[in-house]
């Protein structure tokens, strides 16, 4: 089978104020108004030394003074700076939004890395000190943990094991169990492919789930035609719209990233399938929100629910995004920005 890139990006289960013056009366002498101060930006594209091993990060935020965004992308291995900028920018007006290659991805990605590296509890632990290393160097008093996909399997695991760092998490397609999913997505995919008379689809989802990891081009296979039925990107029948947004990117990924995602999958694939986040991630001490796409075939909606029924959290909240598939902050950006500004900074939430 021919992969082409935005396929291989995508397989995981594949970023002010002026001053104003104040006016006088005519009978009072006049004073000089203490100017605001400009809002100073963030523009940092630099490299954190992780566990270590050197890890490419960019954060952007309109003001030096607004809260922390962590944004652990999916995958494995597939960095999502080059996706950023179609929701970035309206994030950027409420918090310092850093996007972060994880090892084996992106601009952080080395084929020579040796496989201890590459292990869920490293992650984890490269969470942490990421986010040690941006409180320290933005003074901030806050830092939610955003993660998406694969990225929420490392996000509720942080989230859950160090709650002092984070004032909440945020997950959008929660992982949970890869056993559970991959049933759940039988069954919906089925159903779907039946309805828009897709016959290879439905050939292959009449299948029993696997109860063992698939191989790799199996699991290619699954996740090309979970795409063709719209599960990936909502009345999208394939990766196209993933190229057309790399394309326009100011961060494309460089030729160095090729073979990132298969790099990672090949090194996490098994331990993945054994992780169970729904019995390692259930009491979180911050509020949990989790964020579904309604059409969602990578990560089957009740499996989310279910997940979201059974944490622990001083607030939790499940939010639906009805026009969307796995990816609400390419899929529904607007909708996106106006449930993090409502959930996480408790603006706007009357609109």
């Known amino acids: 089978m021919r992969l082409t890139r935005a396929t291989l990006l995508f397989v995981g289960t594949a970023a002010v104020a002026l001053g104003c013056s104040s006016s006088n009366s005519a009978q009072r002498p006049k004073t000089s108004a203490t100017p ?22 960019l954060a952007r935020g309109d003001d030096a003074t607004l809260p922390l965004l962590l944004w652990l992308h999916g995958g494995p291995g597939n960095s999502e700076i080059p996706l950023s900028h179609v929701y970035g920018p309206a994030l950027e007006r409420h918090f310092i939004v850093v996007h972060w290659d994880q090892r084996g991805a992106g601009r952080s990605y080395a084929a020579s890395a040796p496989p201890r590296d590459m292990s869920v509890d490293r992650f984890v632990r490269d969470s942490k000190e990421l986010a040690l290393w941006l409180r320290q160097r933005f003074k901030s008093s806050r830092l939610f943990l955003l993660g998406h996909s694969w990225g929420t399997v490392v996000g509720a695991l942080a989230a859950a094991r160090y709650p002092k760092l984070f004032d909440a998490y945020v997950a959008v397609a929660q992982v949970t169990n890869l056993v559970q999913i991959g049933e759940a997505q039988r069954r919906l995919a089925f159903e779907r492919a039946k309805r828009q008379s897709n016959a290879a689809a439905s050939a292959r989802f009449a299948k029993p789930a696997a109860k063992r990891p698939p191989s790799l081009p199996q699991l290619l296979e699954t996740m090309k035609l979970v795409a063709s039925l719209g599960g990936n990107l909502y009345k999208q029948t394939g990766y196209g719209r993933f190229a057309q947004i790399m394309k326009a990117s100011k961060h494309p990924l460089p030729p160095s990233a090729r073979g990132a995602t298969l790099f990672s999958l090949k090194r996490l694939w098994s331990e993945l399938w054994r992780l169970d986040v729904s019995k390692d991630a259930k009491r979180f001490e911050m509020p949990v929100y989790l964020l579904i796409g309604r059409h969602d075939l990578q ?3 009740p499996t989310v629910v279910a997940y979201a029924a059974s944490v622990a959290a001083p607030r939790k909240a499940v939010v639906w995004f009805d026009s969307s598939a796995h990816w609400p902050q390419l899929e529904q950006p607007r909708r996106f920005e106006r449930v993090l500004v409502c959930k996480l900074l408790q603006k706007g939430c009357a609109r």
């Open 36 to 57: 605001r101060t400009q809002p100073t930006p963030v523009r940092l594209w630099t490299k954190v030394t992780l566990g270590g091993v050197a890890q490419q990060i």
């Open 299 to 301: 990560v089957p909606p």
